[in-house]
C-alpha cells in the first residue's frame, strides 16, 4: 500500500476506533489548564449539559467535592508528570445529581515531554457504585442488627439435626460452657429435663415444618444450675422450603420464674393464711383482702376493698388509726399489739397485729400490710385460766381447811373409840369371866361355854378395835424421811419374831438388801407384817421357805418376801389389801385383817405400790416398792 | 363417910363395870382393906384436898396410891393428875394412871404432868385382873414410900 493510501487507510482506522470510542465511552479532552477542548455525545448526556455550555469551559465544572483534596492533587500530579491516571470519580451532573464514572486520563505530550492536553475515557459505573454502597450500607446494618442482638439476647445456631454450629458470647456465658465445649455438640446438652415430652415433640414438630416456635425453657448449665429463658426459634429454609438451619434466640427469665413461683408461693401463703392479712393505701384504704381476714372480720373480699379500714375500729380506735398511719409513713412497722377491732356484725373481737410498711421499687412507701390474728379465743382462755387459778387456790386453802377438819375429826373419833368403846367390851369380857369364876360350877357345861364365847368375842373385838387404831394412827403420822438400813431393819424384825416360831422348822434366805428412803418406824411395820404373814401362813410346811429379797427393776427398787406357805387363790388379790379383808377363816388362821392394809397404806404414804402374787397352796410373794431413789 | 380413917387407895372410877372389876381384882390380891372411890375428878380432888364433904379430913393423911381413869366425869383425869403433882403437899403421892386410852397424847402428857405409872386396862378379863393386882401389889407393897407427910406450908 502506498504510504497516503496507507495513511489514509490510518486516518479512517483512528476515525472509526475514535466512533467506537464514543460510542462506547464518555469522551472528554481539556488543555493542560484543564479547559474543556472536547466533549462527546455521551459525555453531554451523562452530564446534562449542552455542548456549548461545555466547551471552553473549566473541567472542574463537573467536579462534585465528594473527593478528598489528596485525591484530586494525586490525580493532577500523575498526569501533569505525563502519566495516565486511573480512578473512579464522582460526578456531578448540571441537575445536581451525582454520577460514578470509572475514568482514565491519558496526557498527550509535546516532544518536549510536556502535556499538551489530556484525555479522558469514561465508562458509567454509577449503577454499580449505587449497588456497592447499598449493599455496603445494608451489610453495616445487618452487621449492626447482629451486634445489637448479641449485646441483648443469647443466640444459637443449629443444624438441622440440633448440632451447634454457633453460640454467642451470652450462650456461654449462662450455660457457662466455653465456645469450644458447645460447636459440634448436639444441643441436648443444656437440656434440663423439665420438660414433658409432648412439648419437645411440638418445639421439633413446628420448626421442622419451617415454622417459628416461641416458648418459653429451662435449661441446665454445665454446673448443674437451671436457668430459664424466652425462646424464639426461627428456621432459615433452603430453596426446597426445608430447615437448612435453626437460630435459636432468647433471653435469659430465670429471675422472673423465680419471682413466679415465689410470688405464687406467696399468693397461696396468703390464701391459705388463718391470719387476716390486709394491705392497705396511706391513707387507711383497703386495698386487699386475703380469705382469712373474711373469716375474722367478717367482710368478703369485694365489701372490704376500696372501704377505710377504719371500719374495722371500735368508735374510741380513731386515734389508734392515725396513729398507725402515721408510723407506716414515717416506715415504722409496728410489732405484735393486742387491741380490740369490730367484726361487720358489729361483735367486738381480740387482735394480735403486726403492720409493715410497703415499699415501692424506689423505695418509696406506697401503703401497708396488717396482719391481725383473732385472739378472743386465747383471752377468753387466759381470762379462764385466770380464774381458775383464783378459784384453786381458794378451792386449796377451803380443802385443806376441810381436810384439816376431818383429821381433827379423825382424832377425835380415834381418841374416842380409844376410850369409850373398850370399856363395854372389858365389862362383856370381865363380867362374862366373873360369872365364870363365882358361878361356874353351878352352871351347866354348854352355859360355860356359851359364856366362853362370849369372852372370846369380846376378846376379838378388842384386837380389832386395836388393829383399827393403829391403821388410823399410822395413817395420820407425819412421814419422817431419811435413809433406812433396810438389812438391819429386816434382822432386827426377824429377831423380834423369833419367839413366835420358835422351835419350827423354817429355812430363811435373806438377799443383799440395799439401803432405801423412808419412814424407818413405818417401813419397820411393813417388814413386821408381811414376815408375820409369811411366818403365819407357813405354818404347815416342814420346812417352812421364807425368801427376803430385793431386785432392781428399770431403777425402781423392789423388796419381796416370799413363803412356801398356803398361798390364795389369785382372784381375790384384790380384796387382799382392803381393812378386815380375809381370805382364810379365822380358825385356820388367826388374825383381824388390817395388816396388809396397814402395808399398803405404809407404802402408799411413800409413793410407792404394792403388790402380791401366789397360788393357792403353793405360796405366796409380797412386792413392795419405797418410792424413791435407792441409796448405797 | 369414914373420912378420917386412913386408906390406903383412892380408886377414880366413873365406869361402875370397871369399878366393880377393879374392886374385885384388888380384893381377890387381898388389897381391898382400904379403898377410897371417888366416881369423878371433882370427888377425888375434893377428897384429896380435903373439901366438900372431906372437910373433916387432913390432907396430910393422903392415900398411898391413887389408881386414876383418865375419862371423867366434870375434871377429867389428867386435870386431877396435874392438880396432885403441881401441889407440894400431893406431889409425892404415887399416881398410877389406868384407862382404857392407848393414844400417844394421853401417855405422853401423862408422863409429862409427873405420873408414876400409865397401865392400859385389858380388854381379857385375866389380863385386867392381873395388871390390877400386880400394881396394887407393887405400889402398896413392893415400893418404898417417902415414909414421911409433907406438911403444908
New interface residues.
Given amino acids: 500500500m502506498r504510504p497516503d493510501q496507507q495513511l489514509k487507510s490510518s486516518l479512517k482506522e483512528i476515525d472509526d476506533l475514535k466512533a467506537a470510542l464514543d460510542e462506547h465511552a464518555i469522551v472528554a479532552i481539556t488543555d493542560p489548564q484543564g479547559k474543556i477542548g472536547y466533549v462527546n455525545d455521551k459525555f453531554c448526556a451523562i452530564s446534562r449539559y449542552a455542548r456549548e455550555e461545555l466547551l471552553g469551559q473549566d473541567h472542574r465544572i463537573i467536579n462534585s467535592g465528594h473527593h478528598p483534596k489528596e485525591f484530586i492533587r494525586d490525580l493532577w500530579t500523575t498526569i501533569a508528570r505525563g502519566k495516565v491516571w486511573r480512578g473512579e470519580i464522582k460526578n456531578r451532573a448540571k441537575d445536581g445529581t451525582f454520577y460514578w464514572v470509572d475514568t482514565t486520563i491519558v496526557p498527550f505530550l509535546h516532544d518536549d515531554g510536556k502535556p499538551r492536553q489530556y484525555v479522558a475515557i469514561r465508562a458509567d459505573i454509577t449503577e454499580r457504585k449505587l449497588a456497592e454502597e447499598s449493599l455496603r450500607l445494608s451489610t453495616k446494618e445487618v452487621l449492626d442488627l447482629k451486634a445489637a442482638l448479641d449485646e441483648h439476647s443469647i443466640v444459637v445456631i443449629t443444624d438441622p439435626q440440633g448440632k451447634i454450629t454457633f453460640v454467642n458470647d451470652k450462650f456461654c456465658a449462662i450455660s457457662q460452657y466455653t465456645r469450644d465445649e458447645l460447636l459440634g455438640q448436639d444441643h441436648r446438652i443444656i437440656n434440663s429435663g423439665h420438660h414433658s415430652k409432648a412439648f419437645i415433640r411440638d418445639l421439633w414438630t413446628t420448626i421442622s415444618h419451617g415454622k417459628v416456635w416461641h416458648g418459653e425453657i429451662k435449661n441446665k448449665a454445665k454446673d448443674g444450675s437451671f436457668y430459664w429463658v424466652d425462646t424464639t426459634i426461627v428456621p432459615f429454609l433452603d430453596e426446597q422450603g426445608k430447615p437448612r438451619q435453626y437460630v435459636a434466640i432468647r433471653t435469659d427469665i430465670t429471675e422472673r420464674k423465680q419471682a413466679e413461683v415465689e410470688l405464687s408461693r406467696l399468693a397461696v401463703l396468703v390464701k391459705s393464711s388463718d391470719d387476716a392479712i390486709v394491705g392497705k393505701t396511706l391513707a387507711g384504704i383497703v386495698a386487699t383482702w386475703n380469705p382469712g381476714a373474711e373469716k375474722i372480720f367478717g367482710y368478703a373480699a369485694a365489701e372490704a376493698v376500696g372501704r377505710p379500714a377504719l371500719m374495722l375500729y371500735p368508735p374510741e380506735g380513731e386515734m389508734e388509726e392515725a396513729r398507725i398511719l402515721a408510723q407506716i409513713a414515717r416506715g415504722e412497722s409496728v410489732q405484735h399489739f393486742e387491741t380490740v377491732r369490730v367484726r361487720k356484725d358489729g361483735k367486738r373481737i381480740d387482735v394480735s397485729v403486726t403492720l409493715s410498711p410497703i415499699t415501692a421499687g424506689d423505695g418509696q412507701i406506697i401503703g401497708a400490710v396488717m396482719i391481725a390474728r383473732d385472739i378472743t379465743e386465747r383471752k377468753r382462755a387466759e381470762q379462764v385460766i385466770h380464774q381458775l387459778n383464783t378459784t384453786l387456790e381458794y378451792r386449796v386453802v377451803e380443802r385443806t381447811a376441810q381436810l384439816e377438819a376431818a383429821n381433827r375429826e379423825l382424832e377425835a373419833f380415834s381418841y374416842s373409840v380409844s376410850h369409850d368403846l373398850r370399856a363395854p367390851l372389858r365389862a362383856v369380857n370381865g363380867l362374862a369371866g366373873i360369872v365364870l369364876e363365882d358361878f361356874g360350877a353351878q352352871l351347866p357345861e354348854e352355859g360355860r361355854r356359851y359364856l366362853q364365847r362370849i369372852r372370846d368375842s369380846g376378846d376379838r373385838m378388842g384386837e380389832l378395835i386395836d388393829d383399827l387404831l393403829e391403821f388410823a394412827r399410822l395413817s395420820r403420822l407425819p412421814l419422817n424421811r431419811r435413809t433406812v438400813d433396810m438389812a438391819q431393819l429386816v434382822q432386827n424384825v426377824l429377831g423380834d419374831l423369833r419367839p413366835s416360831h420358835e422351835g419350827r422348822p423354817i429355812e430363811f434366805r435373806i438377799d443383799a438388801l440395799p439401803a432405801c428412803n423412808g419412814d424407818a418406824a413405818l417401813l419397820k411395820q411393813v417388814w413386821v407384817n408381811l414376815l408375820s404373814n409369811a411366818l403365819k401362813y407357813s405354818r404347815g410346811r416342814t420346812p417352812a421357805a421364807i425368801e427376803i429379797g430385793f431386785r432392781d427393776e428399770a431403777g425402781e427398787p423392789i423388796y419381796f418376801v416370799r413363803d412356801n406357805g398356803t398361798g390364795f387363790d389369785m382372784k381375790y388379790a384384790h380384796k387382799l389389801f382392803g381393812v378386815f379383808q380375809r381370805l382364810h377363816r379365822a380358825e385356820d388362821f388367826e388374825g383381824t385383817g388390817v395388816g396388809l392394809a396397814i402395808v399398803r397404806r405404809i407404802v402408799q404414804r411413800h409413793g410407792g405400790r404394792v403388790w402380791a402374787v401366789a397360788e393357792e397352796n403353793r405360796g405366796a410373794t409380797f412386792y413392795f416398792t419405797p418410792a424413791g431413789k435407792t441409796t448405797s | 363417910m369414914s373420912d378420917t380413917r386412913l386408906v390406903d387407895i383412892l380408886l377414880v372410877e366413873d365406869?361402875l363395870?370397871?369399878l366393880d372389876?377393879t374392886l374385885?381384882a384388888l380384893r381377890k390380891a387381898n388389897l381391898t382393906n382400904h379403898v377410897q372411890i371417888a366416881r369423878d375428878g371433882v370427888e377425888a380432888l375434893e377428897y384429896l384436898f380435903c373439901e366438900g364433904p372431906h372437910t373433916a379430913r387432913i390432907v396430910a393423911n393422903c392415900p398411898k396410891l391413887v389408881l386414876l381413869d383418865?375419862?371423867l366425869p366434870k375434871v377429867d383425869g389428867l386435870e386431877v393428875l396435874k392438880r396432885i403433882k403441881g401441889d407440894p403437899r400431893t406431889k409425892s403421892l404415887p399416881v398410877v394412871v389406868l384407862?382404857?386410852?392407848?393414844?400417844?397424847r394421853d401417855v405422853v402428857e401423862s408422863y409429862q404432868l409427873g405420873v408414876n405409872s400409865y397401865i392400859v386396862?385389858?380388854?381379857?378379863?385375866?389380863a385386867?385382873?392381873k395388871a390390877v393386882g400386880d400394881l396394887g401389889l407393887y405400889w402398896l407393897l413392893l415400893n418404898q414410900p417417902l415414909g414421911f407427910r409433907l406438911d403444908p406450908a
Fill in positions: 365406869n363395870d370397871d372389876m374385885r383418865l375419862k384407862t382404857s386410852s392407848k393414844e400417844q386396862k385389858p380388854v381379857n378379863f385375866e385386867f385382873a
